[in-house]
């Protein structure tokens, strides 16, 4: 049985707890907010863009380093605004719904622009960013709220709190970041063509290329170049990727790989090897 001054001391620990945050200034929240949730855009944007690099070590992986920065610094800030919309109110839930629907909003915005159809938009995302937006509100607020519990320390007990608190938000962005990673199929798909490049390049130069190299009757003069692999899902096949080996003396070439049937076309250039594509409804033959 717990004694009767435990259960009173916890009341009043919670009720401590939750004054430090409802009895702060806005600014006071806002601010550890902004911070925080840079923190947390920041950690997740670097890892989403080096994920793949990071897991397949075997392979040549190519980081895009401007599309990585440039994530970074929006990931950032829009995070670092949604801290501040989410610790502005004095009410802890208010501040987590609001927070959510600021992000749910800012999303589906940025999405309507780009897709120019706001009725795709609406089924396509609401609903899972409805659910998503709720927990990362949710951590924003948590964080703000320790942080302000923890200034109440001092000393040692206050660095060690903040340095827990640290680590946690690096665990949650590192977390969320690792999913970025592309799918197993699309990893198979850029293994085969780090294959079928090793093998064609150790060859001799008068050998027999590979059937996948039928279009690239000069890509063992680049033998001697390095080169590294990125992947996009592909425009011209439902099942397939594609594959674009960039070697360092500019030549480059992009190889669609059908996950179903591991299949393998290359031509040259970035450009789809079928070419681009766009569906026509009204088309009916």
């Known amino acids: ?8 001391a916890s009341r009043f620990y919670e009720a401590g707890f939750n004054a430090e945050e409802k009895y702060a200034s806005p600014q006071a929240r806002a601010v550890p907010g902004a911070m925080y949730g ?26 895009d380093w401007v599309s990585v920065w440039v994530s970074i610094i929006t990931t950032g800030i829009g995070l670092s605004a949604l801290g501040v919309v989410t610790g502005w109110p004095a009410d802890k839930w208010h501040g987590i719904v609001v927070g959510a629907v600021v992000f749910v909003g800012w999303f589906m915005l940025q999405s309507f622009l780009k897709l120019q159809g706001i009725a795709t938009v609406f089924l396509v995302f609401f609903l899972p960013l409805a659910v998503l937006s709720l927990p990362i509100a949710a951590i924003l607020r948590w964080a703000v709220q320790r942080h302000l519990h923890n200034l109440e320390q001092a000393g040692p007990r206050l660095l060690r709190a903040q340095a827990i608190l640290l680590l946690i938000l690096l ?82 070439i992009t190889c669609l790989v059908d996950t179903t049937t591991s299949l393998t076309q290359c031509v040259e250039g970035s450009e789809s090897v079928f070419g681009p594509f766009r569906f026509d409804p009204n088309d009916q033959r």
């Open 1 to 8: 049985m717990v004694d009767r001054s435990q259960k009173t």
């Open 38 to 63: 840079l923190l947390l855009g920041v950690v997740y944007a670097l890892l989403a863009g080096t994920i793949d690099a990071l897991v397949m070590r075997d392979v040549p992986i190519r980081i």
């Open 171 to 252: 665990g949650v962005g590192t977390f969320a970041g690792s999913w970025s990673q592309m799918p197993p199929a699309s990893q198979e798909a850029v293994r085969t063509v780090n294959r079928l490049v090793q093998r064609t390049l150790a060859e001799p130069a008068g050998a027999r290329l590979p059937r996948a190299f039928d279009a690239l009757p000069d890509i063992r003069e680049h033998a001697g170049a390095a080169y590294s692999l990125n992947q996009r899902a592909s425009i011209s096949s439902p099942t397939g990727v594609d594959v674009i080996v960039t070697f360092d003396d500019g030549y480059v």
